[in-house]
């Protein structure tokens, strides 16, 4: 079957709660363009987060100037790491990756961000790191290694813990990990080690959102992979539920989101009034085809 891509935006604002109850309150966002990144074309799945007043970014893929993957290009990957000041005027290339990789987790903790799994186009890595960037000197300190490879997964920081949920283990999977694991940072560093803690009472999944309220681990929708029966293709199925991890009780489920979200900005953002907003939305609109609506709409959760 030829396939095709095809993406209408739309953007929406529409609010949702986790309790049918819940006070429903319309979110406020201002939005404004930063300097963009120095590169024609740009890169997808990028780690990214926050270090001493800079936005720094790091790694991810993407096609060649003029070429598409349906045209017959080949994804290339990329390990520069840039910086850009709070309040700057340029990126500034400040250094790279141990090796060109994207599509991990990245999670800010205390003055630099975890850079956890990640992929290339041959593999998907186990490697954490974590990257701090001060008096215009990079550091890129190793911690322990995830118990196997992963990329296109989610996770969020709790209580200086690390939760990482889902995703995949190689490019060639044809299922998503049912995955759960914890890693504690406030053990001294030769001490740590992730632990594997019960998984979520659903689908496996990868492309999943992550998030926290109040000590507690949200993780909603995504997609998991299926090869039916009758095909030898690799199929996602868009989710739309969404689950709770409470360390001292375990998972419950809550309310399913309106429509299904995957590869959304992960952790998603809590605000002042612990309400968990979700940005991107994703569905599939044609059956067995590459046929998407990608629609832009704040979604929040709030917690009961």
Known sequence: MNRFLFFITITITMIISSCDTAEKISPAFKWSQLIPV?????????FGGVSNDHLIIAGGSQFPEGTRPWSGGVKSWNDKILALEKNGKDWKEIGKLPRPMGYGVSLNWKDGFLL????????????????????????IDTLAS??????????????NTVYIAGGLSSPAASSAEHIFWALDLSQPKEKQSWKTLSSWPGEARMLGVAGQINGEFYLLSGTSLMVPKDDSAVHRQYLKNGFIFNPAKGWRKIKELPHPVAAAPTPAYTNGNQQLFILGVM?????NRMLFLKISIPVFVQKC
Do not use: R, W
């Open 38 to 46: 120095p590169d024609k074309v740009g890169f997808a799945g990028s």
């Open 116 to 139: 956890i799994g990640g992929a290339n186009q041959t593999q998907h890595f186990q490697n954490v790191y974590f990257l701090t960037y001060q008096n215009e000197q990079l550091l």
């Open 146 to 159: 995830l118990p196997g490879p992963l990329a296109n997964s989610c996770g969020a920081i709790i209580n």
């Open 283 to 287: 569905m599939e609109v044609a059956p």
